[in-house]
């Protein structure tokens, strides 16, 4: 009766633990169709898409990121000036 008792416990404390760290996430922000081809591309002409490489996946530098971020945005922002003509 105790083990059940204690495994009882258990789950209950991770289960309150699971449910705390996904309350402390915040969901990322959805991206569009657009946004998604135009970071691809971006990532492609940097050379982080390249599976021919030994190293593949390589890591994208902060300034890379950066770059496909922005890369997104301009592709989303150019889809919000077409919607509003």
Same mark, same amino acid.
């Given at each position: 009766m105790k083990l059940a008792a204690r495994a009882f416990a258990s789950l209950v404390l991770v289960g309150m633990t699971g449910a705390a760290m996904a309350q402390s996430a915040?969901?990322?922000?959805?991206?569009t169709r657009a946004q998604v081809v @135009?970071?691809?591309q971006e990532a492609r002409r /940097? $050379? /982080?898409m390249d =599976? &021919?490489?030994e190293n593949y996946p390589r890591q @994208? =530098? &902060?300034?890379?990121?950066?770059q496909i971020? /922005?890369? $997104?945005l301009k592709a989303t922002q $150019? &889809? =919000? &000036?077409l919607s509003q003509r």
């Open positions: 915040p969901a990322p922000e959805p991206k @135009a970071e691809m /940097l $050379g /982080l =599976t &021919q490489v @994208a =530098t &902060q300034a890379e990121a950066e971020r /922005l890369a $997104g $150019g &889809q =919000t &000036q």
